[in-house]
């Protein structure tokens, strides 16, 4: 069992940043993809980031690459979303997710098994 719990979210204004923080306990495997999902009233939950622990196979979703920064603490047992800036459309709640395949594909979404509860993110303009 793994558990995640994201923290960081809320509203801000436009053009503004935020960053999400997604503690979780998966530490005891050997390496395996954390990611960055959101999902806004009416749209299907869509990938964002995605990371192997050890830093590679990093992938950013189009919608956000060269805004949004995915990174991971080992350390801390702690995943980022670095936000910046941020428009309306950014507007959903965000979740954590961790795939305990330990496959190195990171963008597999369907593979996410563990999830934690979300935090909303609100940009206005």
């Known amino acids: 069992q793994v558990h995640l719990v994201e923290s960081g979210g809320g509203s801000v204004q436009a053009g503004g940043s935020l960053r999400l923080s997604c503690a979780h306990s998966?530490?005891?495997?050997?390496?395996?993809?954390l990611g960055w999902f959101r999902q806004s009233p009416g749209k299907e939950r869509e990938g964002v980031a995605a990371?192997?622990?050890?830093?590679?196979?990093?992938y950013i979703a189009d919608a956000v690459k060269g805004r949004f920064t995915i990174s991971h603490d080992n350390a801390k047992n702690t995943l980022y979303l670095q936000m910046n800036s941020l428009n309306p459309e950014d507007t959903a709640m965000y979740y954590c997710?961790?795939?305990?395949?330990?496959?190195?594909?990171?963008?597999?979404?369907?593979?996410?098994?563990?999830w934690g509860q979300g935090t909303q993110v609100t940009v206005s303009s």
């Open positions: 997710a961790a795939d305990s395949s330990q496959m190195r594909e990171c963008r597999a979404w369907s593979r996410y098994n563990y």
């Open positions: 998966a530490s005891g495997y050997k390496g395996y993809c």
């Open positions: 990371i192997y622990t050890d830093g590679d196979n990093i």
